[in-house]
Nanobody, 125 residues
Framework: VQLQASGGGLVQAGGSLRLSCAAS????????TAWFRQAPGKEREFVAA????????YYADSVKGRFTISRDDAKNTMYLQMNSLKPEDTAVYFC???????????????????WGRGTQVTVSS
């Protein structure tokens, strides 16, 4: 499975961006798909996920109410709509996928087998 993230960029605080992540090599209709981010000098942190095919969504408290994760299984693509962006959202954003993780591992980066290369999001104040 190969993942390709896109859509990052520079935006002012309060603005919006939409990230996309296209998957190739295997369909991900039954996989857990997620977004993580990593700021300079910090560990990679969980942002949002869709657990397997149930479609239930989960968010980090820091983005809840501002970010929306979604996916289009027919296009093998997942999305992260980011609204009301803050300077502290500045990071490299990574998409991730796994076909077998359990729910208790969903927020752990080490549980995911497949990763995109990341896309930079910079929010200016």
């Amino acid at each position: 499975v190969q993942l390709q993230a896109s859509g990052g960029g520079l935006v002012q605080a309060g603005g919006s961006l939409r990230l996309s992540c296209a998957a190739s090599g295997r369909t991900f209709s039954r996989a857990t798909t997620a977004w993580f981010r990593q700021a300079p000098g910090k560990e990679r942190e969980f942002v949002a996920a869709i657990f397997r095919s149930a479609g239930n969504t989960y968010y980090a408290d820091s983005v809840k109410g501002r970010f929306t994760i979604s996916r289009d299984d027919a296009k093998n693509t997942m999305y992260l709509q980011m609204n009301s962006l803050k300077p502290e959202d500045t990071a490299v954003y990574f998409c991730a996928l796994d076909n077998s993780l359990i729910m208790s591992s969903m927020r752990s980066a080490s549980a995911y087998d497949y990763w995109g290369r990341g896309t930079q999001v910079t929010v200016s104040s």
